[in-house]
């Protein structure tokens, strides 16, 4: 059973930037594939950047792409999303994923999210 916990959010002036953790424990965090995902008020949950195991493969939503960045920390069990150049329509709870499988639809573990907000 692996457990997530996200961290970092918080209220940002559009433009400005944020750091999300997510630190990992319960399983051998190096064979996960990790991700962050949104989901705004009234929507649904929405897929927002991976990164597999060995941090070697990387795969971002297009509306985050060249902003936001997505990186891991194998040696702590973490999983991190930069994100510059914010805007308002990123405002969201932001969770952490975590499966075994890159192309999984269906993640097997998440953390309980972090809200994120953007005033323009």
């Known amino acids: 059973q692996v457990q997530l916990v996200e961290s970092g959010g918080g209220l940002v002036q559009a433009g400005g930037s944020l750091r999300l953790s997510c630190a990992a424990s319960?399983?051998?965090?190096?064979?996960?594939?990790m991700g962050w995902f949104r989901q705004a008020p009234g929507k649904e949950r929405e897929f927002v950047a991976r990164?597999?195991?060995?941090?070697?493969?990387?795969k971002y939503a297009d509306s985050v792409k060249g902003r936001f960045t997505i990186s891991r920390d194998n040696a702590k069990n973490t999983v991190y999303l930069q994100m510059n150049s914010l805007k308002p329509e990123d405002t969201a709870v932001y969770y952490c994923?975590?499966?075994?499988?890159?192309?999984?639809?269906?993640?097997?573990?998440w953390g309980q999210g972090t809200q994120v907000t953007v005033s323009s």
């Open positions: 994923g975590a499966d075994r499988i890159w192309s999984s639809s269906d993640w097997d573990y």
């Open positions: 990164i597999i195991g060995s941090g070697g493969m990387i």
């Open positions: 319960g399983g051998t965090f190096r064979n996960y594939v």
